[in-house]
């Protein structure tokens, strides 16, 4: 997926929801969510903006989904695929007009199934910031400013990445 194609499907939307995928284990009593923080959904509009840690580089892919897939291999019976929303926890106004404003992207790669890079932000028109940080060893971390902060100064590669932004303001 090139550039181009990454802002030609995303232009207009807004950020509805973040979607975080696991399993429950219905063995356990009360029953819990297990997360799988590798792989992490932003829901904007009709299509979800797949983030995926790749393994423990310190970066991620980035590509545009119709539905969302769980990534983690359920292998006993008592187990059930699932997700969870994260919107309550993570954007300032649920209920709001989340619009992407920008995507920012730092070290950015292209190739024929998605986007690679070392970090990514979401800024919605509200003002709100949302850092997505792929360095955490067990997938990603999300985040604003502060989280942004942490990268840049725990993340030797940070410090010289190039910054690549995709503005969805100024082409409606």
Known sequence: MTLLEFRSRLLGSGLSDILLPGFIDQDEVPVRFRSTPQTVYFEC?????????ISTTGSMKLSIDEKIEIPVQIEEEDMTAAVTSMREQYIDDSDGKNDLSAIRLWNVSEDETGL?????QLDLVNGQQIFIDPTYHFGIRI???RQRHIWSD???????????VVSFIDAR
């Not at 509009?45 to 840690?53: D, G, Q």
């Not at 690679?116 to 990514?120: D, E, F, I, N, V």
């Open 45 to 53: 509009n009709s299509v979800y903006l797949k983030i995926e840690a």
């Open 143 to 145: 985040g604003g400013s």
């Open 116 to 120: 690679r890079c070392a970090a990514a």
């Open 154 to 164: 725990n993340w030797p590669a940070a410090k010289p990445a190039l910054e690549h």
